[in-house]
């Protein structure tokens, strides 16, 4: 199972982006869809999740800007960001919780990040 993020790149202050990550692999379900980021010397932090059945949550700097949104028959969730600023800049992951059948728990997948730069 793995997990493959895009949509990254760099914008303007102001500007808009919307990253894609789409879960991929032996799936049965997956619970929990999120995305962090991690700008350079700072500890990853979580920007937005979504559970299975539509209910999300947001860190407080986002709160407006971003919106979360996820399309549970393609495994797939995205993230739309509005009125960018230089310090939404860092490098954002998608995390899910995936379950690979029926019998097993949930997986913490993680994907390999996508640049997102916001210049002033």
């Known amino acids: 199972v793995q997990l493959v993020e895009s949509g990254g790149g760099l914008v303007q202050a102001g500007g808009s982006l919307r990253l894609s990550c789409a879960a991929s692999g032996s799936i049965f379900s997956i619970n929990y869809m999120g995305w962090y980021r991690q700008a350079p010397g700072k500890q990853r932090e979580l920007v937005a999740g979504?559970?299975?059945?539509?209910?999300?949550n947001y860190a407080e700097s986002v709160k407006g800007r971003f919106t979360i949104s996820r399309d549970n028959a393609k495994n797939t969730v995205y993230l739309q960001m509005n009125s960018l600023k230089p310090e939404d800049t860092a490098v954002y992951y998608c995390?899910?919780?995936?379950?690979?059948?029926?019998?097993?728990?949930?997986?913490?997948?993680w994907g390999q990040g996508t640049q997102v730069t916001i210049s002033s």
């Open positions: 979504s559970t299975r059945g539509g209910s999300s």
């Open positions: 995390n899910a919780l995936i379950r690979r059948t029926l019998t097993t728990g949930y997986s913490d997948t």
